[in-house]
């Protein structure tokens, strides 16, 4: 018997909610995957994975090899590069990020809140041979893990407790060992013209680079990266200087 995949038990298409479900087994680590593959991630029997793909393939959004593994097809291709194409945010902040990668040399992040999920719309890597092993473009992970950009994202949507409280005070968020264990980061909030959390912006990196001084010397940079681009979006960057360490 079919699992049911977590999804709602009322509304929606539940044939297409399948084979959405199908597409978002794919990743990075996982760019190909057997009938088998598909079938224990999703829940699904094999039959019925097979009719969905056979579908999907039809329209492009799956492809099946010689080897008779599935890859994503280029349908999802093009619907990502439209996608990207519709966020001209990603266009005002890239160029920012760059600038604060070129004066710190950590990675940086651009990620925004999609459900429960954070997703990472951006990224410009470090330079250095040690460096963070965190988030890639594209990549999507669930909210509640953890992490600077994730408590960020969760604080400025308006989620509720003392931590949140603080945090919406302080505007800065970091962490250590969160999401990965030898990483570091540091996160702030984007907000756009009507005051509204846009994504949030994140410096990573390894641990041991990440002391107290290194930290406090990363946050002003950060900020005034921030109050770069929230100004550019027509927002209001007085939370900015606000936060700002001696």
């Not at 194409?85 to 990675?107: G, Q």
């Not at 954070?118 to 250095?128: A, D, G, I, P, Y």
């Not at 603080?166 to 984007?190: Q, T, Y």
């Amino acid at each position: 018997m079919d699992g049911d995949l977590g999804l709602p038990k009322k509304g929606g298409v539940i044939a297409l909610e399948r084979g959405l479900a199908i597409l978002m087994s794919f990743n990075f680590a996982k760019d190909a995957l057997r009938l088998t593959d598909l079938a224990k991630i999703t829940g699904l029997n094999k039959s019925t994975v097979l009719r969905l793909c056979t579908s999907l393939e039809r329209q492009g959004f799956v492809k099946r090899r010689e080897d008779g593994r599935f890859q994503l097809g280029s349908a999802v291709f093009m619907l990502g590069e439209i996608y990207k194409h519709s966020l001209h945010i990603v266009e005002l902040v890239a160029p920012v990020m760059r600038n604060l990668v070129d004066k710190v040399n950590e990675s940086a992040t651009f990620t925004v809140l999609e459900g429960d999920s954070v997703v990472c719309l951006h990224k410009v890597e470090s330079s250095q041979a040690i460096r963070d092993a965190g988030s890639l473009a594209g990549d999507r992970y669930d909210l509640n893990r953890g992490g600077a950009s994730s408590t960020v994202l969760r604080a400025f949507s308006g989620e509720t407790g003392a931590p949140f409280d603080e945090l919406r005070k302080n505007i800065l968020a970091e962490s250590h060992g969160a999401l990965f264990p030898d990483a570091a980061a540091v996160a702030c909030p984007i907000f756009g013209m009507d005051g509204a959390m846009v994504g949030a912006i994140q410096l990573s990196g390894p641990q041991s680079r990440f002391t107290p001084d290194y930290v406090k010397n990363i946050k002003n940079i950060i900020l005034e990266a921030a109050t770069e681009i929230t100004r550019t979006l027509g927002g209001n960057t007085v939370v900015y200087a606000e936060a700002k360490t001696d």
